[in-house]
């Protein structure tokens, strides 16, 4: 009675859900509390780097998600009673996508808008997606299980696997809304006889935790009784052996040494330790063809999207089995496809989606150009290197730089500005140097160790290469991956790092080498990629140092996978692109295939400066975002400059302003990056008295009007009047270059031919207007004299 004497207009939200939606739900549809989650969160909110600081976006939420047993079913809804009936219905169907929610509704406390994910219609069908519902009127469990297991023709057995329970300890971690959905859909796929499975999951997400959940259900529900995962790395199936994979106890096991114990029913093994290069080595046909029911590869891009590749050997030969491809980087190319082997991906995540749900880190960039990178490097005639070999005369550029030529003070350089940035920072957040190759990173472990002796001499492990011919660095890996453990902080490697390996407290990784595959880049700045708030980590930083980054802006990069594998019989199976620079493999039983050291030249002596850096940032659109170029550019304007009489006396007394300009790029002011940041129509004086001075700056437009105002064309007829007036114009829409063209007696000339001045006579005939050549050069640089008159 009281209930009813409520206004319902006066009531909040919360008691709108409490007086009305819930009993709805719970009392009149029978939806029993177990199934009925309330204030279900779906993300953790985006981090968004801020210098120093690193806040957390909103959460998305829901207000109720309800379940039948692992599989959501509804998502619904509430607003307060000011709101119409399907005031909640757009919010609800974003979060029922999310889920993979059959049914959205909304409600007001009036009653339910109902929307129907499940309808298909076809062209020009008047169906009905969405209905209203009295409030007494919810559907119940048993009608919406029954409306999804028709629409999607389920049939008992598959339902019985989507009705196995996940594994869950107590106080054990419970799968994310898009773990269910990569979970569940496996599950549906392989329940009603879909055989070969690929899953698209960024760095960081939980692909093993998914893989072990499938698996679970799965042999749990009798679905699969004898299940395989392989993996192309020992730290890979360690890791899975010792933590997801730990439920499964004395029921699992690991192929070791080669040996074949059959009396298990989950076997954890590295491919290369089922093939061998010859075929009496491959100890995977000890099993019979028909052993397994489920065969999972994770990391697939490694090797089974390769048509002869030795993942593919086993795959086939265990081909009656069930597959399922698990990887964050597609391999699609003309030679190689994951597609064409396992199919269309049931299910994507990316790694965008993983940043804006506050899973996964968000990165800063940090683009470091090295002048002799920008302007590459040429030998003198008949020099000779530090091992007495003749250096060709060719001009060396970035792509050969610890590739065929090394230019020891580069090495240096990168160590000691990778240094900086650590003392700036944090000396000892855990920090990956990616090198061209193990030679690389070998010097680049010493010049790390020099330029960070401190530390080293307390504790040698402080830096280490951890490559795949390296024991001792190998052996390190589990401490550098830990976050408990302290050291190693820096490892520099080549390939053994740019997959799987999870090492979640990295903060810096560094790109010191070439990278031309998405596949590979994706992979390697995946290392940064997972979240550790206890550890303070919630960003990572990204050094490049080879333009790696530009990748950021492929529309290849994070996009949908697409299938374009068309490989003849006879064609190659790796494609240039695809192609390491140096090693193939370094994970421990790989054979790596170096190049020698001393097939490179050894250069001592170069001088190499920072030429330019910005540091980026990851926004809320998905973009990369200038965050500090500015400050830099001020630093090392007022390194030349000092103060702002000091740049105005040099700028006045020059005649060639681009002789200024270009000294100041050589200091790493690049004025193009700098206009994308301040506005494109201010002048470059204007850029560089407002970003290290402060002064406001004017537009071109302004300069020109002011120039209009001081009457300075008086002086000259009319013809002459008009060619100024024609330069004056050029200088607004091209900027102060035009009118150093104008005024160099080498370019005058070319200069003149063209529209508009064209339209005044022949060069020769405009000159005269003037007087003769030498007043004509007169007029004009007295004409950029007076574009800066003001500036004095």
Known sequence: MEQQLVDKKDLTEQEIRTRYITPAIRDDAGWPLGQIREDVYLTDGQIHPRGK????????????????????????EAKDNNHPLGGGMQQALEYAEMCDAPFAFSSNGDGFLEHDRLVIAAPGARVVIERGLPLNAFPSPDELWMRYTQRKALPPDVQAALNQPYHYEFGGKTPRYYQEVAINRAVEAIAGGQDRILLVMATGTGKTYVAFQIIWRLWKAGVKKRIL?????????????????????????????????????????????????EEWQDVYRQFSPGFFDLVVVDECHRGSAAADSAWREVLEYFESATQIGMTATPKETEYVSNIDYFGEPIYTYSLKQGIEDGFLAPYKVIRVNLDIDVDGWQPEEGQLDQFGQVIPDQEYTARDFDRTLVIEERTRRVAHRVTEFLKA??????????????????????????????????????????????????????????????????????????????????????????????????????????????????????????????????????????????????????????????????????????????????VNGVEVHVLAERVQYYDVHGKLVTESFTAFSRENIRRT??????????????????????????????????????????????????????????????????VKQQAYFDQYEEKARQVLEAMLDKYTNEGIEALERAADERKMTTFLQVLPFSQFGRPIEIVRAFGGKRPYLKAVRGLGRQIYAMAA
């Not at 933590?243 to 290369?272: C, H, W």
């Open 229 to 277: 995962f392989l993996a192309d790395r020992n730290i890979l199936v360690d890791q899975a052996k010792t933590n997801d994979f730990k439920p499964f106890g004395g029921a699992m096991t690991k192929v070791v040494k080669r040996q074949i114990d059959k009396s298990y029913e989950i076997y954890l093994a590295l491919y290369q330790g089922l093939s061998g290069s």
């Open 425 to 602: 920072t944090d000396r000892f957040q855990k920090t990956i140097v990616f090198c061209r190759d193990i030679e690389h990173a070998e010097r680049m472990r010493q010049s790390l160790v020099n330029e960070n002796a401190d530390l080293v001499a307390r504790n040698r492990r402080y830096v280490m290469r951890i490559t795949g011919d390296s024991p001792e660095g190998v052996l390190e890996l589990d401490n550098f991956v830990d976050p408990a453990e302290r050291y190693p902080v820096i490892a520099t490697t080549s390939k053994l790092l740019t997959t799987g390996v999870d090492v979640q407290t990295c903060q810096l990784i560094v790109l010191d080498t070439v990278i031309n595959s998405m596949t590979e880049f994706k992979q390697t700045i995946g290392r940064g990629s997972r979240i550790k708030e206890e550890y303070g980590k919630l960003y990572f930083t990204i050094m490049d140092f080879r333009n790696v980054t530009r990748h950021f802006y492929d529309p290849q990069f994070d996009g949908d996978p697409v299938q374009v594998y068309e490989a003849d019989e006879d064609d190659p199976i790796t494609p240039p692109d695809e192609m390491a620079d140096e090693t193939e493999g370094e994970g421990p039983g790989d054979e790596p295939k170096k190049r020698r050291s001393r097939d490179k030249l050894y």
């Open 53 to 76: 600081s690193a806040p957390r976006g909103k959460r998305k939420f829901a207000d109720y998600v309800l379940y039948h047993h692992n599989q959501p079913l509804a998502i619904v």
């Open 641 to 706: 400059y000092a103060t702002l009489e000091d740049f105005l006396t040099k700028w006045n007394e020059a005649d060639r302003k681009s002789i200024i300009l270009l000294e100041l790029l050589r200091q790493g002011v690049l004025l193009d990056k700098l206009q994308e940041e301040v506005g494109q129509e201010f002048d470059p004086f204007d850029l560089i008295c407002h970003v290290a001075y402060d002064r406001p700056p004017l537009t071109r437009s302004e300069r020109a009007r002011q």
